[in-house]
């Protein structure tokens, strides 16, 4: 077994790897970059080494940096985590010539695999079902429509090199295929370095479903069951959970077997993924096969407890797999939830910033479930405009699908981040979703949920009371706190008052102490809208969370003080809150509304990036759809379009320019 290994990646998946080797007695090195020096992953590593600036392309894209690592502190493998060099056969057979072990899959199953049109002729050739296209390369957009009418529409157009939803788009007409072959080979070229592009039919309602497969230096490979991986955006993994809701065992034999069968015949060793398109029918088509490991491998770890970074280690250190097939057994339900710095109510466009404040919830047991969190971040860190925005992996285990669903929605409500703007309000509304519960999944989940963007949930009558309560408990704790300052002016009966209203969002609701004494713990009766209700919390002044329980219903919000009153979060429902007397309450109703400033004649960067391109001049009459300009942030091209038909008057901003959140691009007349 190896004594001492390198990751040559950042972030969560450098932490795991960490973790896993730490377990197993191997020492481990870190690589970094100047916006990394400072990261999780070097604290954790035994020894950590500097590998150039924050661009990847100057650090962690440099093999050569990486093998110098090597050398340098005597590592005798490289663990590449996910991206960057994992599926780079180049890299593979350099650590080949200088000695060290690359742990993961030999070239030549990376090479004929990692490429997405060879691996699909390579699939035909192996009898494994593919989705009808055109894998060759094409040259221009002429051929591209060509092709694409060929075909038949829906089509997807698809990096050769991509992955993780980069240089991917669908396109539904003849002028979409001219954009969307535009923007694919664009962000191909920017993220991969390669910008050749394929296209294949686009199966309407599809699922995404994935097959883990394991396999060693001495012919035996077994599959691990299956990820189901629908809930995207656009095509970035968003949630994830194991097994799937809608295959059958048939079903999911017959994938294994064809993934075990594909496996063998590129002679693969190390874990891999093989990627399906499932339809309605449940008919499968092969994607694509990742030879690395996935983000989502968590959910597979928990239903089959088979740690995968260690059998990795293990099969490239030529051991034997220590277990068959027939061993392997799911055990209850597994669900990953992906918290992205993003903002989910700007049509989750890109956040960058500190965590000025990052409280996860604790791992391990939390009831009859599990929680478990990959994360490389910490509270202080800062979340960078050069990398993924991946912020943390949050996952939860439970004997059933639905036990798992609530693990993960009360571990979300509880998981607090400040400083950035985030997705999880939409992920805890997402636990919520009744589509999402009953397992009724496509690809298209999130785009036909939410066709004009989230936006936080609207509380119910029951939700409201549920609030209310959480709102009134905490006002009457902080108002017996500044009563008992020794030094206080004078005293208030706040605390003590019978009558309040609680006003949420735009509305109000009544409430009335009943019975109890205003203590910590609190333990009051409350009547709400004339229902009388039982609080119980250990909350106290200054803490982000509150957790206790409201007629026996155990619940976990977040707050957040704001200007006279709360913010709170809690099962995707985000609102101000504020507790007033009666008459407060009264007089309130009667004060104007500040109306927002206008912005509506003027084209804001709706995140922190790059200008790519200025699709207009001044004086140019612009229709509703059309291109205005385009915006890199996180490796993503963002397509920014008139809204409706406009007249430029004055341009603000050039390609190449850096700017900052709602900087002026363009104003109109």
């Not at 075990?260 to 002679?267: G, K, M, T």
């Not at 309560?469 to 009563?483: D, K």
């Not at 704001?562 to 709170?568: A, E, P, S, T, Y």
Request: with cysteine.
């Amino acid at each position: 077994m190896f004594k001492k290994i390198l990751i040559a990646n950042r972030g969560e998946i450098a932490c795991r790897v960490i973790k896993t080797a730490r377990r197993m007695g191997i020492a481990t090195v870190a690589v970094f970059s100047d916006a990394d020096r400072d990261a999780l992953h070097v604290e954790m590593a035994d020894e950590a080494v500097h590998i150039g600036p924050a661009a990847a392309a100057e650090s962690y894209l440099v093999a050569d940096q990486i093998i110098a690592a090597c050398k340098r502190t005597g590592a005798e493998a490289v663990h590449p985590g996910y991206g960057f060099l994992s599926e780079r056969a180049s890299f593979c057979e350099a650590l080949e010539k200088e000695g060290i072990v690359f742990i993961g899959p030999k070239p030549k199953a990376i090479r004929a695999m990692g490429d997405k049109i060879e691996s699909k002729k390579f699939a035909n050739a192996a009898n494994v079902s593919t989705v009808p296209g055109y894998l060759g390369v094409i040259d221009d957009a002429q051929q591209a429509e060509k092709i694409a009418a060929e075909i038949g529409y829906p089509v997807m157009i698809k990096a050769s090199a991509g992955g993780g939803g980069k240089g991917m788009r669908i396109a539904w007409s003849e002028a979409e295929v001219r954009d969307g072959f535009d923007r694919a080979r664009s962000e191909a070229r920017s993220s991969f370095g390669d910008d050749r592009v394929f296209i294949e039919k686009y199966i309407v309602e599809p699922r995404h479903i994935e097959i883990q497969v394991l396999a060693d230096a001495h012919g035996n490979v077994v599959y691990l069951g299956e990820r189901e991986c629908s809930i995207q955006r656009r095509n970035q993994k968003v949630v994830e959970e194991a097994p799937s809701p809608f295959l059958d065992a048939m079903t999911r034999a017959a994938m294994g077997e064809q993934s075990v069968a594909l496996a063998r015949a590129v002679e693969y060793q190390s874990a891999g993924t093989v990627e399906f398109i499932v339809d309605h029918d449940r008919n499968f088509y092969f994607l694509e096969m990742n030879t690395r490991l996935q983000v989502e491998h968590p959910v597979t770890e928990l239903v089959t407890g088979i740690d995968l970074v260690e059998q990795m280690i293990r099969v490239a250190a030529g051991e034997k797999l220590t277990f068959a097939q027939s061993d392997v057994k799911l055990n209850g339900w597994a669900i990953e939830s992906r918290l992205y710095a993003e903002d989910p109510y700007r049509n989750f466009l890109p956040s960058i910033g500190r965590l000025t404040r990052y409280r996860p919830p604790a791992e391990g047991k939390a009831g009859n479930a599990i929680v478990r969190n990959d994360t490389g971040v910490f509270e202080g860190a800062e979340i960078s405009m050069y990398y993924d925005p991946m912020i943390a992996k949050l996952c939860t285990w439970a004997a059933t699908r639905l036990e798992a669903i609530e693990a993960m929605g009360e571990a979300l409500d509880g998981f607090v981040v400040d400083g950035i703007e985030h997705n999880v309000p939409f992920l805890a509304a997402l636990m919520k979703h009744p589509r999402w519960r009953e397992g009724h999944l496509s690809t298209g989940f999130i785009a036909e949920e939410y066709p004009d963007g989230f936006s936080p949930a609207v509380p119910d009558a029951s939700q409201q009371s549920v609030l209310a309560a959480v709102a009134l408990s905490v006002s009457l704790i902080e108002t017996n706190r500044r009563e008992r300052y020794i030094d206080r002016l004078r005293a208030s009966s706040g605390a003590s008052r019978e009558e309040w209203t609680i006003k949420l969002a735009d509305n109000y609701v009544e409430a009335r102490l009943v019975e109890g004494l205003v203590t910590i713990p609190f333990d009051m009766d409350i009547e709400i809208e004339g229902k009388v209700s039982n609080v119980v919390t250990d909350w106290r002044p200054g803490e982000a969370v509150w957790r206790g329980k409201i007629a026996g219903q155990r619940v976990i919000a977040q707050i957040r003080p704001v200007l006279n009153g709360l913010r709170m979060d809690w099962q995707g429902i985000s609102l101000k809150a504020k507790v007033l007397t009666p008459r407060q309450a009264a007089l309130e109703k009667l004060m104007p509304i500040k109306l927002p400033p206008d912005t509506s004649k003027l084209l804001l960067c709706p995140m922190p990036g790059l200008v790519v391109s200025i699709a207009v001049v001044e004086g140019q009459e612009v229709k509703a759809g059309e291109t205005l300009a385009v915006v890199e942030a996180m490796k993503m091209e963002n397509v920014l379009r008139a809204e409706r038909d406009l007249v430029v008057s004055k341009i603000n901003a050039k390609p190449g320019e850096s700017l900052a959140v709602d900087a002026i691009i363009l104003e109109f007349a």
